[in-house]
């Protein structure tokens, strides 16, 4: 069964900086298309990111445009987000989810979610 | 920006059969794919439906998926409810520019 293992969330101030990692299993990972979803406490999906298999396109949501970077180490198995410039309203739970394809957008697949949480 | 709609709750009896719609705000939602993910309290979400109608394996057929193009809506149909049917449920497509787009998300309540 297809693995994802988000790690990397904490606590961190507002304008700090985190990066969440998602490392994959029992899948032939440069073969899909990824993506980074959040939730809010007590709130719905949010698509923030996502990138292509080859990592050759990258999408961002406009809220984290410019404070956010996806990016994928194929060798690893391993999907990133590079969170920058924090702010309160980022605070969620992150999930990785697995593309059915070398696209995104089609989710076939979750993480269990790392929760960050931005705060004085 | 294409948006996708649905109610916040519905409430069926268990044994009954519940419909969840999800409208698209423009276009034709039968262009792209509809998803359905389910979202039980504390847990990930799990995919129940891709492409408008497939069933992942392990997924019962109890839940499937269609397309209305006259209404431009997607739907989830859940039969023969159970009290462990009780969870979030949101759907999800695109827009033009490769966004992921989800739906609010449907409370659904098995009483």
């Known amino acids: 069964e297809v693995q994802l293992l988000e790690s990397g969330g904490g606590l961190v101030q507002p304008g700090g900086s985190l990066r969440l990692s998602c490392a994959t299993s029992r899948f032939t990972f440069s073969s899909y298309g990824m993506n980074w979803v959040r939730q809010a406490p007590g709130k719905g999906l949010e698509w923030v990111s996502a990138i292509s298999h080859s990592a050759d396109s990258t999408y961002y949501t406009d809220s984290v445009k410019g404070r956010f970077t996806i990016s994928r180490d194929n060798s690893k198995n391993t999907l990133y987000l590079q969170m920058n410039s924090l702010r309160a309203e980022d605070t969620a739970v992150y999930y990785c989810a697995k593309g059915i394809n070398t696209q995104w957008l089609v989710i076939d697949y979750w993480g269990q979610g790392t929760l960050v949480t931005v705060s004085s | 920006n294409f948006m996708v709609t649905q109610p916040h709750s519905v409430s069926e009896s268990p044994g009954k059969t519940v419909t969840i719609s999800c409208t698209g705000s423009?276009?034709?939602?039968?262009?792209?794919?509809v998803q359905w993910y389910q979202q039980r309290p504390g847990s990930a979400p799990t995919t129940v439906i891709y492409?408008?109608?497939?069933?992942p394996s392990g997924v019962s057929d109890r839940f499937s998926g269609s397309i209305d193009s006259s209404s431009n809506s997607a739907s989830l149909t859940i039969s023969g409810l159970k009290t462990e049917d009780e969870a979030d449920y949101y759907c999800?497509?695109?827009?033009?520019?490769?966004?992921?787009?989800f739906g609010g998300g449907t409370k659904l309540t098995v009483l």
């Open positions: 999800q497509s695109y827009d033009n520019n490769n966004h992921v787009v």
């Open positions: 423009s276009g034709n939602i039968a262009s792209k794919y």
């Open positions: 492409e408008d109608k497939q069933r």
